[in-house]
């Protein structure tokens, strides 16, 4: 058993150890065995997971004095990095505003001025339990951590973790020595390499916790570079020192990024071009069932943002697309959810479904690994009485739709149709398809017409247990009935009659589009004229969580998790796509 580390002060970690001080001597830290503190390797483990919480989560909740540098994450990053994340929590421009805004939703945090005390208490009482006392955030890393993580991973998959420096004094012995508490308590060895005058210290062979790999680190004078190894933190020294190409050189991240907001909580980046050819020198990229076609139509960038706005969430998000890639769907604006009943809790929407449809399917049905079924296929296209890519060729804007009358969830699809005469024909004919499947060994289907609201509701009921389903097993119903009807230009479909009818009478006046706090939502996340949306009230989906929580549970959660639940609403995407690019704008509303 290794020993307890003992208690340090919150301002100075212990000295070094000279021995320590002998680069490229791998020192095992073995201890006289002493009876084991109390969840002494557990603790480190949570230790570990604790760290990274509050630096990548914490930290963006730490108010610091003054604007943002610029990102340190870049110069240390590979040119060719398939993916790149970075958070800000040194919050430029008015970001640190915005945080005293979005925390005062939160219990103990209405008074802005006491924002970064509340903050420091917080971060101080994780890092302490995770430590067992040992450590402390105000003590330990508030004086020299400067506000930035970032997370690149290279073309040949290798991680590297940077996290920016404001005061590198003494934080090089202090980080020394913490590394071999660290080994000690997981009975592992701590060595020393020089990397161009940098010293990069490895903790390796720790066996305290299952499958720890090994950790290597470098302090440089802006930042503490973190990956697996000693090979790979030298490759991000090299970038930084200008010997080979680094991120912040590349055209396609400079050029992604430059359409974001400059004063922002955190950036991610893909670079798609890099990730097909990653993919492509996959064996089975090249394989015969269509896959570099694939890959040709994936974006050749992707880039995003986070900031704070109004006390909400905003994330927002680009994709540059080749040349070769479908055109997406035209923003529009769009009547569907004019027809959508306002209670929804959950409302999607899609613009030009036919084509959107038309094009995967297409690209499906001539997917070489396919091929054996085109007798299939044609039976198929000859009962439909038309190519499978066209099937859906009558909807124009769809979506899926979830409400919650009296408590208890229900839901379907909707949409609008350019034809539906077409539509209501084409379900007839997949319906004749699917009772001559019983004679195959399908299920038995029955159907039903009733009049409702000026229209004809069908109902089509599916015996599940002559389809071979054991209906006596657990939650499997004996059988399930669909519903759909269409009236004017609008088609839905739901389980059971009961959605379809309470689309069937939703008015103008009752719609989810009349709903200010959707209507609002929308247009903040530059609706109406758009090319999808994605609606969820949160408010009221917590609210149906927490009428199934069990009794016995109810307390703890009223007093220590709804009200950090409670302030998030309302939760918005809007996409707006045009030739060449995909966009969208998310936001999610505190009250």
């Given at each position: 058993?290794?020993?307890?580390?003992?208690?340090?002060?919150?301002?100075?970690?212990?000295?070094?150890?000279?021995?320590?001080?002998?680069?490229?001597?791998?020192?095992?830290?073995?201890?006289?065995?002493?009876?084991?503190?109390?969840?002494?390797?557990?603790?480190?483990?949570?230790?570990?997971?604790?760290?990274?919480?509050?630096?990548?989560?914490?930290?963006?909740?730490?108010?610091?004095?003054?604007?943002?540098?610029?990102?340190?994450?870049?110069?240390?990053?590979?040119?060719?990095?398939?993916?790149?994340?970075?958070?800000?929590?040194?919050?430029?421009?008015?970001?640190?505003?915005?945080?005293?805004?979005?925390?005062?939703?939160?219990?103990?945090?209405?008074?802005?001025?006491?924002?970064?005390?509340?903050?420091?208490?917080?971060?101080?009482?994780?890092?302490?339990?995770?430590?067992?006392?040992?450590?402390?955030?105000?003590?330990?890393?508030?004086?020299?951590?400067?506000?930035?993580?970032?997370?690149?991973?290279?073309?040949?998959?290798?991680?590297?973790?940077?996290?920016?420096?404001?005061?590198?004094?003494?934080?090089?012995?202090?980080?020394?020595?913490?590394?071999?508490?660290?080994?000690?308590?997981?009975?592992?060895?701590?060595?020393?390499?020089?990397?161009?005058?940098?010293?990069?210290?490895?903790?390796?062979?720790?066996?305290?916790?299952?499958?720890?790999?090994?950790?290597?680190?470098?302090?440089?004078?802006?930042?503490?570079?973190?990956?697996?190894?000693?090979?790979?933190?030298?490759?991000?020294?090299?970038?930084?020192?200008?010997?080979?190409?680094?991120?912040?050189?590349?055209?396609?991240?400079?050029?992604?990024?430059?359409?974001?907001?400059?004063?922002?909580?955190?950036?991610?980046?893909?670079?798609?071009?890099?990730?097909?050819?990653?993919?492509?020198?996959?064996?089975?990229?090249?394989?015969?069932?269509?896959?570099?076609?694939?890959?040709?139509?994936?974006?050749?960038?992707?880039?995003?943002?986070?900031?704070?706005?109004?006390?909400?969430?905003?994330?927002?998000?680009?994709?540059?697309?080749?040349?070769?890639?479908?055109?997406?769907?035209?923003?529009?604006?769009?009547?569907?959810?004019?027809?959508?009943?306002?209670?929804?809790?959950?409302?999607?929407?899609?613009?030009?479904?036919?084509?959107?449809?038309?094009?995967?399917?297409?690209?499906?049905?001539?997917?070489?690994?396919?091929?054996?079924?085109?007798?299939?296929?044609?039976?198929?296209?000859?009962?439909?009485?038309?190519?499978?890519?066209?099937?859906?060729?009558?909807?124009?804007?769809?979506?899926?739709?979830?409400?919650?009358?009296?408590?208890?969830?229900?839901?379907?699809?909707?949409?609008?149709?350019?034809?539906?005469?077409?539509?209501?024909?084409?379900?007839?004919?997949?319906?004749?398809?699917?009772?001559?499947?019983?004679?195959?060994?399908?299920?038995?289907?029955?159907?039903?017409?009733?009049?409702?609201?000026?229209?004809?509701?069908?109902?089509?009921?599916?015996?599940?247990?002559?389809?071979?389903?054991?209906?006596?097993?657990?939650?499997?119903?004996?059988?399930?009935?669909?519903?759909?009807?269409?009236?004017?230009?609008?088609?839905?479909?739901?389980?059971?009659?009961?959605?379809?009818?309470?689309?069937?009478?939703?008015?103008?006046?009752?719609?989810?589009?009349?709903?200010?706090?959707?209507?609002?939502?929308?247009?903040?996340?530059?609706?109406?004229?758009?090319?999808?949306?994605?609606?969820?009230?949160?408010?009221?989906?917590?609210?149906?969580?927490?009428?199934?929580?069990?009794?016995?549970?109810?307390?703890?959660?009223?007093?220590?998790?709804?009200?950090?639940?409670?302030?998030?609403?309302?939760?918005?995407?809007?996409?707006?796509d045009a030739a060449g690019s995909e966009s969208a704008t998310t936001i999610i509303f505190t009250r």
């Amino acid at each position: 058993m290794t020993e307890p580390l003992p208690p340090a002060s919150p301002d100075a970690l212990p000295t070094l150890s000279p021995v320590a001080r002998v680069e490229g001597v791998s020192v095992p830290l073995i201890q006289p065995a002493r009876p084991p503190a109390r969840g002494g390797r557990a603790r480190w483990a949570v230790a570990l997971v604790a760290t990274l919480i509050v630096v990548l989560v914490g930290g963006g909740l730490i108010a610091f004095a003054g604007a943002g540098a610029a990102s340190v994450g870049p110069a240390y990053a590979p040119s060719d990095a398939l993916f790149y994340a970075d958070l800000r929590a040194d919050l430029p421009g008015d970001q640190r505003e915005q945080l005293g805004t979005f925390m005062a939703h939160f219990p103990g945090f209405a008074d802005p001025s006491s924002l970064e005390t509340k903050l420091d208490q917080a971060l101080d009482k994780l890092v302490s339990k995770a430590t067992g006392g040992t450590y402390s955030y105000t003590g330990n890393i508030q004086p020299w951590f400067g506000g930035q993580v970032a997370v690149a991973v290279g073309p040949d998959q290798s991680v590297v973790v940077v996290i920016s420096v404001s005061d590198t004094a003494g934080l090089p012995t202090k980080l020394d020595q913490t590394s071999q508490d660290l080994a000690k308590q997981l009975g592992g060895t701590v060595a020393m390499t020089d990397h161009g005058g940098t010293t990069v210290y490895t903790i390796s062979g720790a066996t305290g916790v299952a499958g720890l790999p090994s950790l290597s680190f470098a302090i440089t004078s802006d930042a503490i570079v973190i990956a697996k190894d000693p090979a790979t933190v030298g490759a991000a020294l090299d970038r930084k020192a200008g010997k080979t190409a680094n991120l912040a050189g590349a055209a396609a991240f400079h050029d992604a990024v430059a359409r974001l907001d400059a004063d922002r909580l955190g950036t991610v980046f893909v670079d798609g071009t890099a990730v097909q050819a990653l993919l492509g020198s996959m064996d089975n990229a090249t394989s015969t069932c269509g896959s570099a076609g694939t890959l040709a139509a994936l974006p050749t960038t992707m880039a995003g943002e986070l900031q704070l706005q109004g006390g909400n969430v905003v994330i927002r998000d680009r994709a540059t697309l080749p040349a070769s890639a479908p055109s997406p769907a035209a923003a529009s604006t769009s009547d569907l959810a004019s027809h959508v009943p306002a209670g929804a809790i959950v409302y999607t929407e899609a613009h030009g479904f036919g084509d959107l449809w038309r094009t995967a399917a297409t690209a499906l049905v001539q997917n070489p690994c396919l091929s054996s079924l085109t007798g299939q296929l044609s039976t198929i296209e000859g009962l439909l009485g038309t190519k499978i890519p066209d099937a859906f060729g009558w909807v124009k804007d769809a979506g899926v739709v979830v409400t919650a009358p009296g408590g208890v969830p229900q839901g379907g699809l909707v949409a609008t149709t350019s034809d539906a005469a077409t539509g209501q024909a084409r379900l007839t004919q997949v319906l004749t398809l699917l009772k001559l499947a019983k004679g195959q060994g399908g299920p038995d289907i029955t159907t039903s017409d009733a009049p409702y609201a000026g229209t004809t509701i069908t109902s089509v009921t599916v015996d599940l247990a002559t389809s071979g389903t054991d209906a006596a097993m657990d939650g499997v119903p004996a059988s399930v009935t669909i519903a759909y009807a269409f009236k004017g230009q609008m088609f839905v479909l739901g389980v059971g009659d009961a959605f379809v009818k309470a689309v069937l009478d939703t008015t103008a006046a009752t719609s989810l589009a009349s709903d200010g706090r959707y209507s609002s939502a929308l247009s903040a996340a530059g609706g109406p004229t758009d090319s999808s949306v994605v609606y969820a009230d949160l408010t009221a989906i917590r609210g149906l969580v927490e009428a199934q929580l069990p009794a016995d549970q109810k307390a703890t959660y009223t007093s220590d998790v709804q009200p950090y639940l409670a302030p998030f609403d309302r939760l918005i995407t809007v996409g707006d796509d045009a030739a060449g690019s995909e966009s969208a704008t998310t936001i999610i509303f505190t009250r």
